[in-house]
């Protein structure tokens, strides 16, 4: 398997052969070439080619961007406005939120939430509600690191 090379001139054609074949610089490519489908997986951007999806765990990817709420989220000891984070719909119920996953403050999941913002919020519990990780009563405890808006702390309900 070839690699892109680390310096000199990149070729976009090269970069969908690596991609389609792992083989950059050789192999037949129908254009158009879209980086989006490169990237993403498919073509639904156009490409002449369907390509397989890279880096799936990695961010912005998947290209997924369907969304849901985790409402009435508060900061350090319920410092702060309530507020809602939103997570990739692919997770499901809130209630399966845990160490890895990531929290955004947008719902077009492009701004990770901030550690400094939500270091170690806490939710109100209502049993049986798909936006709510705790039950009734309970406040679920969190930690979410630095800008990256990983859950890197899960502390549980109380």
């Not at 900061?75 to 955004?104: C, E, F, K, R």
């Not at 509600?129 to 899960?154: A, M, Q």
């Amino acid at each position: 398997m070839a690699t892109v090379p680390a310096s000199g001139i990149l070729s976009m054609q090269s970069m969908a052969q690596e991609a389609l074949y792992g083989t950059y610089g050789s192999g037949t490519i129908t254009g158009p070439i879209s980086l989006y489908d490169m990237t993403n997986g498919g073509n639904t951007n156009g490409s002449g080619n369907s390509y397989p999806a890279v880096n799936q765990a990695c961010l912005p990817n998947p290209a997924n961007r369907s969304y849901n709420e985790l409402p009435l989220v508060r900061g350090a000891m319920g410092t702060g406005p309530p507020t809602t984070l939103y997570y990739n719909s692919s997770i499901g119920d809130a209630s399966n939120l845990t160490v890895g996953d990531y929290l955004y403050t947008d719902s077009s999941l492009t701004t990770p939430a901030s550690g400094a913002d939500f270091y170690a919020s806490n939710q109100a519990g209502d049993t049986g509600n798909s936006e709510r990780h705790c039950n009734t009563g309970d406040d679920w405890y969190f930690n979410v690191t630095g800008v990256l808006g990983l859950i890197d702390g899960d502390y549980g309900c109380s």
